[in-house]
């Protein structure tokens, strides 16, 4: 699978509220090309479940 692959799963997941997979799927992709927009998804998800989901999310 490529970057952009895994960036789209993270996206899918994403939506469908399965943030663990998502932000899995963007490191995938990061790793992968640590140019992708996965890197800013990520970080926007971190950003995200630290703020709203502190009980649901510990990094």
């Known amino acids: 699978m ?3 692959d895994y960036y789209q799963q993270g996206n899918e997941a ?3 509220g399965l943030f663990h997979e998502a932000i899995n ?3 995938k992709a ?3 090309d ?3 927009p ?3 998804a990520k970080r926007m998800l971190d950003d995200i479940m630290n703020f709203y989901c ?3 999310y510990n990094p």
């Open 14 to 16: 994403r939506r469908r």
């Open 38 to 40: 996965a890197v800013e």
């Open 2 to 4: 490529t970057a952009e």
């Open 30 to 32: 990061a790793e992968l």
């Open 34 to 36: 640590p140019d992708s």
């Open 54 to 56: 502190k009980d649901m």
């Open 25 to 27: 799927n963007y490191i």
